[in-house]
């Protein structure tokens, strides 16, 4: 709602826009309860590496964060590649046997 006014008012590609949508991301994340799984791409323009970093801190655990190097936002290495499709698998797997509370190796 807030945002709508916001591009109402001043329209939707602008800065204020951005962090009223930032603002209400965080928040939302911080209040959800059940396991988080955050993949970003080093190379993303779109969502930089540190605002992905940020919204994985607002989140309750468990949560785990994956960062897939050379990956732009579009990127099929991001959207559906080999290292996104194996974080996917083990994230799940590991909520559903009780471990998702341990981090990806490396990551």
Known sequence: MLTLA???LVGSENVVTRLCKAWLSKV???SLTCPVL???GD??????QDQSRRLFGAAQEPKRFVLIRGANHNDFELLAGGQLLDEVTRFVGD???GNSDKP???R
């Open 95 to 97: 909520v559903l046997s």
């Open 28 to 30: 939302s994340l911080s």
């Open 38 to 40: 955050i993949i970003a």
């Open 43 to 48: 190379q993303d323009r779109i969502v930089p």
């Open 104 to 106: 990806a190796a490396g």
């Open 6 to 8: 916001v591009d109402l």
